[in-house]
């Protein structure tokens, strides 16, 4: 059977809120599952004290860790499996919660394979106008450019996981369905999870994902829906609570379609009583992934 790469996506809530024995909880949790990429949200205060809660974290899970601007985001990565080649550290005018952008070689496919592009987000809770400017950003880094050692330049694949604070477009057989806006008890959460249509009536915000998808990056779970009918791999990522409505699917992975033959399954794992948000699991077969990326297109011209 050929190797799994596990990547996990998990927005741990306010990094456990300043208590230690939670943050090893979790982190506890997080390498049970033997992690080789994690997109990590909400990493306050781990750049403090001369990184000691990074530090803490990469003693526990055996990950590297690399922190975005402002202590918002972050990646961890197995450094037998990741080398970085490259960190982006200004990704945008007008992030509210920058992402941590680094581009990687996926070190099992070889010196001469195309690396990574992996993007750790956060996208904005209040403004959906803020998080639609923020969704169009992202796609930026599913449009960089590697030059191979022939000198042709190639088109490197990217892979985003995060918390979109919107839903997916509906229609995915599984998919939780779509709040409705007025069974929404907190008003301003109603505000900040839709937008106006030009018709003037109120829709929940599905934008961020029609946008990454419009960009040729594709929702991973969304994809082995529609492709296995795998509806685990639609489960919601956050529950139902009194102020924001029902069960929803809020925390995403998106590939870009270079990898889609790669993804094998993804599932969510819960973390109740550590997290408002459970941690979604993707994993890659590793064959595949190396066969994919000695084998890419040249960048159109």
Same mark, same amino acid.
């Given at each position: 059977m050929s190797?799994?790469?596990?990547?996990?996506?998990?927005?741990?809530?306010?990094?456990?809120?300043?208590?230690?024995?939670?943050?090893?909880?979790?982190?506890?949790?997080?390498?049970?599952?033997?992690p080789h990429l994690i997109f990590r949200q909400e990493v306050w205060d781990s750049g403090d004290n001369g990184s000691t809660i990074a530090h803490e974290a990469e003693d526990i899970l055996g990950l590297r860790t690399w922190l975005g601007p402002g202590n918002c985001t972050a990646l961890l990565a197995d450094p037998n499996v990741f080398a970085p080649l490259r960190q982006w550290p200004q990704t945008g005018p007008m992030w509210v919660l920058p992402p941590t952008a680094l581009l990687m070689r996926y070190t099992p496919?070889?010196?001469?394979?195309?690396?990574?592009?992996?993007?750790?987000?956060?996208?904005?809770?209040?403004?959906?106008?803020?998080?639609? @400017?923020?969704?169009?950003?992202?796609?930026?880094?599913n449009d960089k450019q590697w030059t191979n050692p022939d000198g042709i330049p190639?088109?490197?694949?990217?892979?985003?996981?995060?918390?979109?604070?919107?839903?997916?477009? !509906?229609?995915?057989?599984?998919?939780? !369905?779509? !709040?409705?806006?007025?069974?929404? !008890?907190?008003?301003?959460?109603? $505000?900040?999870?839709?937008?106006?249509?030009?018709?003037? @009536?109120?829709?929940?915000d599905t934008r961020p994902d029609e946008t990454l998808r419009t960009a040729g990056l594709e929702d991973v779970a969304r994809h082995l829906a529609q492709t296995k009918n795998d509806k685990d791999a639609v489960a919601p990522t956050v529950g139902a609570c009194d102020t924001h409505g029902p069960d929803a699917r809020i925390d995403r992975i998106y590939a870009s379609t270079l990898l889609l033959p790669a993804v094998?399954?993804?599932?969510?794992?819960?973390?109740?009583? $550590? @997290?408002?948000?459970?941690?979604?699991?993707?994993?890659?077969? @590793?064959?595949?992934?190396?066969d994919l990326l000695n084998q890419p297109q040249p960048a159109a011209a």
């Open positions: 190797r799994q790469l596990t990547i996990l996506c998990t927005n741990f809530e306010n990094n456990g809120g300043g208590d230690p024995a939670k943050r090893q909880a979790m982190n506890e949790r997080l390498v049970s599952l033997n496919a070889g010196r001469e394979s195309l690396p990574l592009a992996l993007v750790s987000y956060h996208l904005n809770y209040a403004s959906p106008t803020t998080r639609q @400017s923020e969704a169009e950003w992202l796609t930026t880094w190639m088109p490197v694949p990217a892979l985003l996981g995060g918390d979109n604070n919107s839903y997916p477009v !509906p229609g995915t057989p599984g998919d939780p !369905p779509l !709040p409705e806006l007025d069974r929404i !008890p907190n008003r301003p959460h109603r $505000l900040h999870r839709s937008v106006t249509t030009p018709g003037g @009536s109120r829709v929940m094998t399954h993804v599932d969510v794992i819960d973390t109740t009583g $550590l @997290s408002d948000h459970h941690t979604l699991r993707l994993r890659l077969d @590793s064959t595949t992934l190396t």
